[in-house]
């Protein structure tokens, strides 16, 4: 196969590469980096969203050591594989890419007059280093015209870089510093989550053991009615095992909310636990939790108390909280009071959700309706004792959302500590207060992932200020869909229209902040006081201007 380079005879030096007809993208970035003697291109998923039914792909590639990089989407893996390979080679130029002859270490290669920039990138080579920014942007500008520099706001015919960091970066940056927790009240609180979650686990054995025992001696009355022989016994040692191996009642225990997210504010003391259950959870099943975990936090084992914080007998104190479906744990340290809220919940809570809700249906079952052969499923009743049913289906909306804030916030640059910034905005301005923590996740994470380039810490917040004050909250704006429920749900549809109102003009003002460089008001910081440039002379470039001083009376009388 051959790659068919558009230009190469009339128009001098080739800018771009064409695709022959039938053949894959892929391929021909394969073949092209064999035929220039470079490394093979670099594919990577780099997330996959939406429903089962109408997934979407997004692949990102890397070409000749990162000089060429972009991202696409598809609705498959190969779809979206051949996008991002084919939006590459819409990028290529084939005059910088070094040429592979055989003869090359015989016969030196005649100079020609080549592109704007190939020089630059001849000379870089001869001396072992790496082009630089300027270089690269010069460069640019010749291949193509009207092309933003490297590092600018739409420019991405080359690797995308962060800028350098501003004046309102380090005070981005500094009011992170001043909300993140410290190591004292971080190692606490990990300590406490610790701490329950081993109890818990014990609380989990010491009833599967509970329930072995009673199986065993039900076994065992079988085997002595049974009178048949060897063969009885061999069945009843296998119910024996099987009894062993049986699923637990307790299946295991996750954190979630902050904790998990690892989004915890300086003076929180509160993190939140689920534990799954095989059943759905009762109030027998709280209750007869909450007696074991007593006893387990009474006396906490040795290999538990090692570290600089230390958890000692009969600190915690568990309560029941049935309408909360959870069990409150209270651990006092000196002034302070930690919390930890363990709900209870099950997986088969949402098999009574209606088949739409579930995203079960299939296009079969109408026909299925029709013919008269539909059969009605076997769908588990609520027991009559059973937990809220709203607070354990939270709980799994909780779990869901951890693991998409994992795959999705945490690997962007400068989401995670815009969210941690929004989120004690929220608490100290009145305006921002009707956002819920989880809608100021989803904000500034769909506003921060919709760039070309990676954010620095004042470019990430104020890129949501600018979608706020835009209306993307407004009455009739777009809203914020949770992209953990099947069906479409708005995260801020109980915001009412004043509410809405009062964020888009808090927004609004707070953008006229940002660009008359008064953010330190938006952050509760002093004002910062800038140093003089080093060599800079007075009243000369550089030099901030001398402000007249007025003289007072004791500086009359010093004189």
């Given amino acids: 196969m051959k790659m068919i380079e558009e230009g190469s005879e009339s128009s001098g030096p080739s800018t771009k590469l064409g ?23 670099v594919f990577e998923m780099i997330s996959e969203q939406g429903p089962p039914h109408a997934r979407t792909y997004t692949w990102s590639c890397s070409f000749w050591d990162g000089k060429y990089q972009t991202m696409a989407a598809g609705r498959s893996k190969k779809e979206a594989k051949n996008a991002v390979a084919k939006a590459l080679l819409d990028q290529i130029d084939t005059s910088v890419l070094p040429t592979k002859t055989p003869s090359n270490k015989h016969r030196p290669e005649k100079k020609r ?68 927790p410290s190591q004292e009240e971080l190692g606490t609180i990990l300590k406490l989550a610790e701490t329950v979650e081993r109890a818990l686990k014990r609380v989990s054995d010491k009833f599967a053991n509970s329930d072995v025992k009673v199986k065993e001696e039900d076994v065992k009355v079988k085997e002595e009615k049974m009178d048949e022989g060897t063969d009885n016994n061999v069945d009843a040692d296998k119910n024996g095992e099987a009894a062993k191996h049986e699923n637990r009642d307790i299946l295991g225990v996750a954190r979630t909310g902050d904790l998990a997210k690892g989004l915890l504010l300086t003076g929180d003391r509160s993190v939140e636990l689920v534990v799954m259950c095989k059943n759905k959870p009762t109030l027998p099943l709280l209750t ?35 309408r909360d479906a959870a069990l409150l744990i209270k651990y006092k340290k000196e002034n302070d009071l930690f919390l930890v ?11 009574n959700l209606p088949k739409e809700e579930n995203g079960d249906a299939a296009p079969e079952d109408e026909a299925k309706k029709d013919d008269g052969e539909n059969k009605k499923e076997n769908i588990e009743p609520d027991p009559h004792d059973m937990l809220p049913k709203e607070k354990c289906l939270n709980a799994l909306a909780e779990l869901r959302r951890a693991k998409w804030f994992s795959t999705m916030a945490v ?3 400068s989401c995670v ?43 990430a917040f104020s890129r949501v200020l600018e979608a706020v004050s835009c209306g993307v909250l407004a009455p009739d704006g777009p809203g914020l869909k949770d992209p953990c429920e099947r069906e479409d749900i708005d995260v801020v549809s109980d915001l009412d229209n004043q509410q809405r109102e009062d964020l888009m003009a808090s ?19 002093p004002k910062p006081e800038y140093k003089k440039k080093k060599g800079a002379k007075e009243g000369g470039e550089g030099a901030e201007p001398a402000v007249k001083k007025i003289k007072t009376e004791e500086d009359v009388k010093m004189e």
């Fill in 113 to 180: 007059k080549g592109a704007p920039g190939e020089e630059l990138a001849a000379a870089a080579a001869k001396k072992g280093g790496k082009q630089t920014i300027s270089q690269l942007n010069k460069a640019a500008a010749g291949f193509f015209p009207g092309m933003a520099p490297m590092g600018g706001r739409f420019g991405n015919r080359f690797p995308l870089m962060r800028p350098r960091n501003t004046r309102d970066d380090h005070q981005v940056i500094t009011k992170h510093r001043n909300i993140y």
């Fill in 19 to 41: 695709i022959p007809a039938g053949c894959n993208p892929s391929d021909v970035l394969y073949k092209l980096a064999h035929s220039r003697g470079i490394k093979p291109p």
């Fill in 341 to 351: 809220t363990v709900t209870l919940t099950c997986t088969k809570l949402r098999q």
């Fill in 411 to 413: 690997p962007l640059e």
């Fill in 417 to 459: 500590e815009s969210i941690r910034i929004y989120r004690e905005i929220c608490r100290r301005i009145e305006a921002w207060k009707p956002l819920t923590p989880w809608a100021v996740e989803l904000l500034v994470e769909r506003t921060v992932s919709t760039t070309e380039m990676p954010l620095s810490p004042s470019m």
């Fill in 288 to 322: 007869k939790m909450g007696e074991a975990l007593k006893e387990q936090v009474k006396t906490i084992p040795e290999s538990e108390k090692k570290g600089k914080v230390v958890i000692n007998d009969g600190e915690l104190e568990v309560l029941p909280k049935p």
């Fill in 507 to 525: 927004a609004q003002d707070f953008i006229r902040k940002v660009h008359f460089r008064k953010i330190y008001e938006i952050l509760d910081l």
